[in-house]
């Protein structure tokens, strides 16, 4: 697949669809919706990942991983399991692979749910990212349990944050598609609810590294998602996303 040549890569990209937005080399870019640069930018990730391992949980086309793997992990594992089971019509596992064919990739590759992580399973990783998945879990403080027992060192969570306006730990609850019209989305948690369960399932060191964005911010960006995709304007408005960094 190294060999292909680009017209074919081209030919394949387009016949498939895409959350992320990778640069394939050769002018060739996948048309994922998602802002992938943006986000990376906020994960303030380490320059160097020189000789640490790293596991990317909920990888879907492998834009994190495959940045790992160029920040100089010596091992990088993606794994997915609602996006990578292929029976749902969000996607499948074959935009990583055609990916990590076009790039020349290393990254290793696992189907596997978030609940049966563990170390007998798949080991333990210096550095593990879970991004955009916590809001995705329906049980996530045992979700986090999981991330938690394959974390050696160092966790960056990014995640929706709901419940904004309390500096009490709470979480919202989403019965049905409350929020973004997608039954796949649970519970939003809010910043001090994401960082008491960090501290309740290990973690010492927790630092938010991208915080809440002005009321304007999420205001506009509500006012986009209803007009592109019909999004409930106030679902939208009153939630935003973090990241946080965090150490056993
Ligand atoms: C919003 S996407 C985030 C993708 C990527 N991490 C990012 O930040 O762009 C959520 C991802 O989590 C995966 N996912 C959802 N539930 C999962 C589960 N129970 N176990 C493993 N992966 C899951 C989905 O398949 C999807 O790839």
Not at 100 to 126: N, Q, T
Request: net charge positive; glycine share 8%.
């Amino acid at each position: 697949m190294t060999s292909v040549q680009p017209e074919e890569i081209k030919a394949r990209v387009a016949e498939l669809r895409w959350h992320h937005s990778l640069n394939l080399g050769h002018g060739i870019i996948t048309p994922g919706q998602d802002n992938s640069e943006r986000k990376l930018g906020r994960l303030k990730m380490p320059t160097s990942l020189a000789g640490k391992s790293v596991l990317d949980i909920g990888a879907w086309d492998g834009f994190f991983s495959f940045d790992a793997e160029r920040r100089g992990a010596s091992r990088v594992l993606a794994t997915d399991s609602y996006v990578w089971d292929g029976s749902h019509d969000w996607g499948s596992k074959r935009g990583f692979d055609l990916a990590k064919a076009a790039l020349g990739s290393k990254v290793e590759d696992r189907v596997i749910d978030v609940l049966d992580l563990s170390p007998d399973k798949i080991g333990m990783f210096d550095v593990v990212l879970f991004l955009g998945v916590l809001y995705h879990m329906k049980h996530p403080l045992l979700a986090l349990e999981h991330v938690a027992s394959v974390t050696r060192g160092m966790i960056v969570l990014e995640t929706a944050v709901d419940l904004l306006s309390t500096r009490q730990s709470a979480m919202a609850f989403y019965p049905g598609s409350d929020l973004g019209k997608d039954a796949t989305n649970w519970c939003g948690p809010n910043p001090a609810a994401v960082v008491g369960m960090l501290q309740t399932v290990g973690f010492r060191r927790i630092e938010i590294v991208a915080g809440l964005r002005p009321w304007y911010f999420r205001y506009a960006k509500a006012a986009r998602l209803k007009w592109r995709h019909g999004f409930q304007f106030w679902s939208m408005a009153r939630t935003d996303r973090i990241v946080v960094h965090a150490w056993k």
